[in-house]
């Protein structure tokens, strides 16, 4: 059983600041804040607990992932159980020399797979969101920056979170979607990556010349917990 703990935030009028580099960095600046401070300070509870059977991690990585990843469930154990990336051979007469990486860093496209793989499965398991509804943009990739996901069409229960969130109906589908998965806890990795995922949201609408809603997913690595926490931050 895998347990996702997942945490809403809200973004309004985004989309009025597009051309404004320095408020779009003091939003996901703002926003690196709350993830972080939900993330790691034990006060703060999830907003939602969602647990999920080991066999959707792998069956879902099959479905929505863009990149083929061989038992992403096996992945996502030992990438949530790290505490720390193995070493580089670095030769003695250098270990004092800063310009040489000294460790490992976690693959992106495994990391990558993990997080469009939780993200599917809360789209499905809470807004029962399923292939009918949700596809991969990567045939659009060469265009430009484009978000991740599609939400070609909807449900009542996602209806109805657009709802809670004071998100307006006057958009046309599909409805863009962008995950992030971050392995550190490192504010200004988190920031940067914030920063291009709001430029890639809003590069879909604009390319059509239109606007809407859309949905950032952050999927954080807790370490400090054993976890993956996925922060929806929906954006208007």
């Known amino acids: 059983m895998v347990i996702i703990k997942l945490y809403h935030h809200r973004i309004d009028r985004m989309y009025e600041n ?10 996901a600046s703002w926003l690196t804040y709350h993830i972080v401070e939900k993330s790691t300070n034990p006060t703060h509870t999830p907003d939602e607990i969602l647990r ?15 990149k083929w990843i061989e038992d992403i469930k096996s992945h996502f154990d030992k990438y949530s159980n790290a505490k720390y990336a193995p070493p580089l051979s670095v030769p003695r007469s250098l270990t004092n020399n ?21 993200f599917a499965i809360v789209l499905s398991e809470h807004y029962q969101l399923t292939y009918e509804h949700i596809a991969h943009f990567r045939a659009h990739k060469s265009i430009g920056i484009y978000p991740d996901f599609g939400i070609y069409s909807s449900t009542p229960e996602f209806d109805d979170a657009l709802k809670g969130r004071g998100i307006n109906f006057h958009f046309q589908y599909p409805f863009p979607c962008e995950v992030k998965t971050i392995t550190t806890i490192d504010k200004g990795n988190i920031i940067a990556r914030l920063h291009k995922a709001i430029g890639q949201v809003q590069n879909y609408w604009e390319r059509y ?24 931050i929906w954006c208007e």
Not at 209 to 232: A, E, M
Request: hydrophobic share 35%.
């Open 18 to 27: 597009r051309k404004n580099v320095d408020k779009l960095k003091e939003i």
């Open 52 to 66: 999920i059977s080991d066999l959707k991690i792998n069956s879902f990585g099959e479905l929505y992932a863009d």
């Open 98 to 118: 800063d310009h040489i990486q000294k460790t490992k860093s976690f693959s992106g496209d495994v990391s990558g797979v993990i997080g469009e793989t939780l």
């Open 209 to 232: 010349s239109l606007s809407g809603p859309s949905i950032i997913c952050v999927c954080l690595r807790n370490f400090l917990k054993n976890s993956y926490d996925l922060h929806f």
